[in-house]
């Protein structure tokens, strides 16, 4: 899966002319620590707790951090701290392989807690398992890969210049370091500086397995060898190849095999009558919280009080953010499903989030982080609500839950909680009732991952990491889909910086792990749509920003994209896109990318197509009118206009003058070049698809409804314009692609969870019409005339370090405890959502202004955590509605739509309510119509309860039509 015509196109650009390495220093380690080769001393300095026993080649050093081993040489001569590599075979001691210790290979003895900008080299594993190369810039930009867990001998290489950073090579696999990022001023500029390496003693020796005698490794080593400039990944390859069939490979696992030996998913249960909730469960503690302390292990940050909601007394935390109660207790953690109820006062405005966590020292608990909204722009019930959430439990016996308050002013509270254990440690699908497929597609109802972050979701071993680990978490997440009724996954193939594989693999992916979403979602009848969602590039050749190219101009051949101040300029939320999706470079990089993925899945009926998360930093498109302004696109702007841009092409910041002249003078003209460019490049992928496979859909994402703060936010035409000036010109999608879903995007969470201290400065006028503007029918004008209309609701989760103690010296460590029993997750990245009924509002609202066929809801975390008893009904009725485009019927109600089309032989029509109140609506009923998916006989006249944003369907006989009873609206 390596884009290798990337590496050569880059290479072709790059004027760079590279030292060949010579080699400095050797140690074979079979009798001692005295090197075979040194162009400086081969003495050790030190040798303090090294043994010498049988290595790969004949002798290998042998570590242990028990014994705080090391050995030291003298760095002159054998070390160039300027450039270089070292290259080495390592085996992990069995007794190791479960350690999350950093341990290093070689260091040079700057202090590690300082080491930022003195040019230090370290070369360790971070956190036990990843191989992580360091040449402290000031960027402290690194390289890393995990290795598997086991006590092979694996060959790591570890390049550094200092000019562009450090980079790996692990087991014949490159991992760049540094390259990608969205600040490429910043990093030309700052990063790939050195300002503290003149400190004394940082360059007068180096040391093997410890850094500077800590931090010992505990395995050994064998075969050192340091060279005096980057090997490259073919000097790598060549002495990797030395241990010919004893060196590590990678086997591709077996994902068909694993599955078939594992039959049925183990998570699912039948469906309930009831869809979204769990099935038989056994209580197994519940904590009441009417008095202070209400559990001995009750603790707070900020205040704590106790008041009362209709005689139930609740414990309530203070008003201002970050204000917060945990409590401390144990679970079977055997049990591999549990369900938390968490009780609490909708009685006034409340931002409350909510997590469940590892007690003590594990600090990425991601299993359970959720939160509930309510009052302010909603009605409250006066009452006690309940928030159920699901629990894969955590492979650790001692638990914390914490509630916050999210938002000042929106104080946390709870007047009870509860753990139950389901008994059959599987969830009930929700029953589905679904009409005739047409395209291989029904409606949809999508998981969406904006992060690639399933990992963390289900407390799978080993975080999903293990082929096995990765089969078992796609059974639960196959489990946890049917039950809240949801039938597409769709994820990030190729994240931030690229294709997730063995060069990039962020938060440790199993190898090929889509594969093991295909293989079981094959069986269960469910989609899977990788997508991407990318926003730099890991290149090979960093040379494309230097300053040298930038002060000359030369940096406009190639793909950076050059923006409207002349400069190269990236924002990872804001853009524009780093890269320029008019070069061949980039364009070539697509097209293999969509290689890789159709290649990869086409054959597993679950593979569904390919999505483009557009951001306006994606480099997919050109993002906004702000990217794009190199003299490739000029030339071919020129070509297809017949318009010359009078600018000096030998100007170093014509860039700029591009940008100025074009928009003053042919901005429309230029728009709609752009939208030739990106637009026409995906219908061809689209194109593409069709040709691999019929069914096979490409999504098109827009998430351009980023921020208040950009220009125009108000204008009645924003979201089209916004569309058009990063390239896509969604009405020639829709003309020129039918097998294009085309996504609007909404971000629910951004009027109640943002404020002047997140994100960006807001004002509140400009909230406040963030939270409407999705009401208004503008705002749809880009799925408009789509074949597949989707609504994509991202969940801006919220987002905030307040557990980590060096970030919040205020109140990082305030819940820890007697004897420090609570080490509080550091991060939080909840996704808060509406109590009960009102969390299904923005499903509800994409129907106001047209139908779409696809409803879509994602972050960083599985969003719907806690509303499932009213997503899986709302999906059960969406889903079993015919997968065309259906026509909006006259209703006397407002807060009211009905629809209807004629399919395969029935008539089909839905009632939604679209607004926060309960309506009544009188229809009267065509011939034979029942309710579906239950199939209840409607009768000829019906009036319908339909409570806030609900959604009711129904079918009848081909060509009957719902009827309106003006005096029935109630």
């Given at each position: 899966m390596r884009l290798t015509s990337l590496y050569r196109i880059a290479c072709m650009v790059s004027a760079t002319c590279v030292a060949e390495p010579q080699l400095l220093f050797r140690a074979s380690f079979d009798s001692s620590a005295t090197a075979d080769f040194a162009k400086g001393s081969p003495n050790p300095v030190t040798v303090s707790k090294v043994t010498f026993e049988k290595g790969l080649f004949g002798g290998a050093a042998r570590f242990s951090p028990a014994s705080a081993s090391a050995i030291a040489y003298a760095l002159p001569g054998n070390v160039a701290p300027e450039r270089g590599a070292v290259s080495m075979w390592i085996r992990r001691s069995p007794?190791?392989?479960?350690?999350?210790?950093?341990?290093?290979?070689?260091?040079?003895?700057?202090?590690?807690?300082?080491?930022?900008?003195?040019?230090?080299?370290?070369?360790?594993?971070?956190?036990?398992?990843?191989?992580?190369?360091?040449?402290?810039?000031?960027?402290?930009?690194?390289?890393?890969?995990?290795?598997?867990?086991?006590?092979?001998?694996?060959?790591?290489?570890?390049?550094?210049?200092?000019?562009?950073?450090?980079?790996?090579?692990?087991?014949?696999?490159?991992?760049?370091?540094?390259?990608?990022?969205?600040?490429?001023?910043?990093?030309?500029?700052?990063?790939?500086?050195?300002?503290?390496?003149d400190k004394p003693g940082l360059f007068d020796r180096f040391f093997v397995g410890s850094s500077a005698g800590h931090g010992a490794f505990d395995g050994w080593i064998d075969d050192l060898r340091i060279y005096s400039a980057p090997l490259g990944a073919s000097g790598a390859r060549r002495l990797r190849a030395e241990a010919g069939g004893r060196a590590y490979h990678e086997s591709s696992p077996d994902y068909a095999g694993m599955s078939a030996t594992r039959g049925a998913n183990p998570y699912e249960a039948s469906p309930l009558e009831t869809p979204g909730v769990p099935g038989k469960t056994t209580l197994v503690r519940e904590w009441r919280f009417d008095g202070l302390p209400p559990d001995p292990a009750f603790r707070a940050c900020g205040p704590a009080r106790i008041g009362n909601l209709g005689g139930t007394a609740y414990v309530e935390a203070g008003d201002k953010r970050g204000d917060r109660f945990a409590v401390t207790f144990d679970i079977d953690d055997k049990a591999p499903l549990h369900v938390f109820e968490f009780d609490y006062p909708d009685d006034r405005k409340r931002t409350m989030d909510l997590i469940v966590q590892e007690a003590g020292g594990y600090k990425n608990d991601y299993a359970m982080q959720v939160g509930v909204l309510t009052g302010d722009d909603i009605p409250v019930s006066g009452r006690i609500r309940t928030h159920r959430c699901v629990y894969w439990t955590r492979p650790s016996r001692r638990l914390a839950f914490v509630a916050m308050t999210a938002r000042d002013g929106g104080a946390a509270a709870l007047s009870a909680v509860r753990l139950y254990r389901v008994d059959s440690a599987s969830l009930p699908a929700a029953a589905m009732?679904?009409?005739?497929?047409?395209?291989?597609?029904?409606?949809?109802?999508?998981?969406?991952?904006?992060?690639?972050?399933?990992?963390?979701?289900?407390?799978?071993?080993?975080?999903?990491?293990?082929?096995?680990?990765?089969?078992?978490?796609?059974?639960?997440?196959?489990?946890?889909?049917?039950?809240?009724?949801?039938?597409?996954?769709?994820?990030?193939?190729?994240?931030?910086?690229?294709?997730?594989?063995?060069?990039?693999?962020?938060?440790?992916?199993?190898?090929?792990?889509?594969?093991?979403?295909?293989?079981?979602?094959?069986?269960?009848?469910?989609?899977?749509?990788?997508?991407?969602?990318?926003?730099?590039?890991?290149?090979?050749?960093?040379?494309?920003?230097?300053?040298?190219?930038?002060?000359?101009?030369?940096?406009?051949?190639?793909?950076?994209?050059?923006?409207?101040?002349g400069l190269p300029k990236c924002h990872i939320t804001l853009g524009p896109a780093e890269y320029n999706i008019a070069h061949p470079v980039v364009q070539a990089y697509y097209s293999r990318l969509l290689d890789i993925l159709v290649g990869q899945g086409a054959r597993h009926p679950s593979f569904k197509g390919v999505g483009l998360h557009l951001k306006y930093s994606s480099i997919a498109w050109f993002g906004n009118l702000e990217g794009g302004y190199n003299d490739y696109c000029i030339e071919s702007f020129e070509k297809a206009t017949g318009v010359k841009v009078p600018v000096d092409r030998k100007d170093p910041a014509r860039g700029r003058l591009y940008a100025e002249w074009l928009l003053a003078n042919e901005r429309e003209r230029w728009i709609k070049w752009r939208c030739d460019v990106c637009t026409g490049f995906w219908i061809d992928m689209a194109a593409k698809l069709a040709a691999a496979r019929k069914d096979l859909k490409l999504w098109i994402n827009d998430i351009c409804v980023i921020d208040a703060s950009m220009d125009g936010f108000r204008d009645r035409d924003y979201m089209r314009r916004t569309a058009l000036e990063g390239g896509l010109d969604a009405l020639r999608i829709a003309r020129e692609a039918k097998n294009v879903i085309l996504g609007q995007t909404t971000l629910p969470a951004d009027y109640r969870t943002t404020d002047?201290?997140?994100?960006?400065?807001?004002?509140?006028?400009?909230?406040?019409?963030?939270?409407?503007?999705?009401?208004?029918?503008?705002?749809?004008?880009?799925?408009?005339?789509?074949?597949?209309?989707?609504?994509?609701?991202?969940?801006?989760?919220?987002?905030?370090?307040?557990?980590?103690?060096?970030?919040?010296?205020?109140?990082?460590?305030?819940?820890?405890?007697?004897?420090?029993?609570l080490d509080e997750h550091d991060w939080r990245v909840s996704t808060l959502n509406y109590a009960g009924e009102y969390a299904m509002a923005h499903f509800a609202e994409a129907l106001m202004h047209g139908d779409k066929l696809v409803l879509s809801k994602g972050g960083y975390l599985i969003g719907t955590y806690g509303m499932e008893d009213v997503l899986a009904p709302f999906a059960q009725a969406f889903r079993s509605l015919p997968p065309l485009v259906m026509k909006t019927l006259p209703c006397g109600n407002p807060s009211l739509r009905i629809r209807r089309a004629d399919y395969d032989g029935k008539s089909w029509f839905y009632i939604v309510n679209v607004s926060k109140t309960k309506q009544l609506a009188t229809l009267d009923m065509p011939e034979g119509a029942e309710e579906l998916p239950s199939g209840r006989k409607a009768a000829r006249r019906e009036t319908l309860e339909l409570p806030p944003y609900a959604l009711r369907s129904f079918s009848a006989r081909e060509g009957g039509t719902p009827l309106w009873v003006q005096d029935g609206d109630g």
């Open positions: 007794e190791s392989l479960a350690s999350k210790a950093n341990a290093w290979l070689f260091s040079t003895p700057g202090p590690f807690g300082s080491r930022i900008g003195t040019g230090s080299l370290y070369f360790w594993l971070w956190t036990g398992d990843r191989i992580r190369g360091d040449n402290s810039n000031a960027g402290d930009l690194s390289a890393a890969r995990a290795l598997p867990r086991d006590d092979a001998w694996h060959h790591v290489v570890f390049d550094w210049d200092r000019a562009w950073g450090p980079r790996l090579h692990v087991d014949g696999v490159t991992v760049p370091g540094g390259t990608g990022g969205h600040k490429p001023m910043k990093r030309v500029r700052e990063d790939y500086t050195y300002p503290l390496a009732k679904e009409p005739a497929k047409r395209d291989g597609w029904g409606r949809t109802m999508a998981l969406y991952y904006e992060d690639a972050a399933v990992n963390y979701d289900f407390s799978v071993a080993d975080e999903g990491a293990t082929p096995e680990a990765a089969i078992d978490m796609a059974d639960r997440l196959a489990a946890t889909m049917k039950y809240t009724g949801q039938n597409l996954f769709a994820y990030p193939a190729v994240w931030y910086d690229g294709l997730i594989g063995r060069s990039y693999n962020p938060r440790r992916h199993a190898p090929d792990f889509l594969s093991a979403f295909y293989e079981r979602f094959d069986r269960e009848g469910l989609g899977v749509m990788p997508l991407i969602n990318q926003n730099s590039l890991y290149l090979p050749d960093p040379d494309w920003f230097t300053l040298a190219n930038i002060e000359s101009g030369a940096i406009h051949a190639t793909p950076v994209s050059i923006s409207s101040n002047g201290s997140l994100w960006y400065l807001r004002t509140e006028e400009n909230r406040e019409y963030q939270r409407t503007m999705h009401l208004a029918e503008p705002f749809w004008d880009f799925t408009r005339g789509a074949a597949w209309p989707a609504a994509h609701q991202h969940d801006r989760y919220w987002e905030d370090a307040v557990g980590n103690s060096s970030r919040n010296t205020g109140g990082g460590d305030a819940l820890a405890g007697p004897g420090r029993d």
